[in-house]
């Protein structure tokens, strides 16, 4: 199997072609793939493919094998994949991913895109579609007990499920103890990937973030999608803000005005190709 090995400003994922040679089982060759001693490593595996209603279809998996909507960062990947490889000549493009449709920009030096910016469309709020086991229109500040400390949890969702959490200090959090346990939370029957956002300013938030399926990862694009909406929510920063990761920027606006769509910018970087023989 052929492949090629990128990241989002450090959140890696392999990716395959499959427009050319189909690929079975899936979720088990992601778990072989990923892992970062007897595999490629990753935090998962994205398949590109045709789709009958855009340019090109994402089809994600996570590293435990769990199959994702949608990914911030993989999705820009996608976009330098597929403009580098010649798959398109196109600078805005279409992809699939999890049944929706997300529109990208690609900025493109040098005949190699270096960046890209997402329409990742309007979050979503009503608890019945996050999903989160509550009642009302939405989950915003609502007390949470976890590992019996109280957090004030804000829970939207960017085309996959998110639980923010403002904190005074995200450096000092124990994230492999308390990722987990919010991820399985029961007010989460799918799961959750968690934000830990410590305010710096009203445009700048810094982020550590505990993914569902893949624990904490360097960054999340949707992720970051999701804080600084739960951070206007909160009236803790502005529409359009820098999210600061352990590796690397992601500007994001929030266009509440006009589209009501959330938009990200942010690199993507091609590490290497190859061939899999596992």
């Known amino acids: 199997m052929q492949f090629t090995k990128m990241h989002g400003i ?35 595996l994205i398949f590109i493919g045709p789709s009958a209603k855009a340019d090109f279809l994402m089809d994600m998996y996570n590293a435990d094998g769990s199959r994702s909507q949608m990914c911030g960062n993989g999705i820009r990947c996608v976009g ?17 991913s999890g049944g929706e449709v997300k529109t990208l920009e690609l900025f493109v030096k040098e005949s190699k ?3 890209v910016r997402v329409n990742m469309g309007q979050p979503i709020f009503e608890p019945g579609r996050i999903p989160v086991d509550a ?3 939405d989950f915003v500040d609502e007390p949470v007990e976890v590992l019996g400390e109280r957090y004030l949890v804000t829970a939207l969702s960017m085309g996959n499920p998110h639980a923010v959490v403002f904190v005074e200090d995200v450096a000092g959090l124990d994230l492999p103890v308390i990722g987990p346990a919010f991820e399985r939370h029961s007010l ?36 970051a999608c999701a804080s600084v909406v739960a951070g206007v929510l909160n009236g803790l920063c502005e529409p359009r803000a820098t999210v600061k990761l352990l590796g690397g920027d992601l500007e994001i606006a929030w266009d509440q005005e006009e589209t009501g769509c959330v938009f990200m910018t942010g690199p993507a970087e091609t590490v290497f190709t190859g ?4």
Request: proline share 2%; glycine share 12%; charged share 30%.
């Open 80 to 96: 330098k994949y597929v403009y580098d490889k010649g798959l398109t000549d196109q600078t805005v493009i279409t992809v699939e």
């Open 135 to 137: 009642p009302g229109e």
């Open 275 to 278: 061939e899999y023989f596992g």
């Open 188 to 223: 989460f029957p799918e799961r959750v990937n968690t934000e830990f956002i410590e305010v710096i300013d009203e445009r700048t938030l810094k982020m550590r973030v505990w993914e569902r399926g893949s624990g904490e990862t360097l960054a999340c694009g949707t992720g």
């Open 10 to 44: 450090g959140n890696d994922y392999v990716f395959v072609d499959c427009f050319a040679a189909a690929v079975a089982d899936r979720s088990a060759l992601a778990v072989r793939v990923s892992d970062r001693h007897f595999g490629i490593g990753s935090d998962g």
């Open 113 to 115: 895109v270096r960046s």
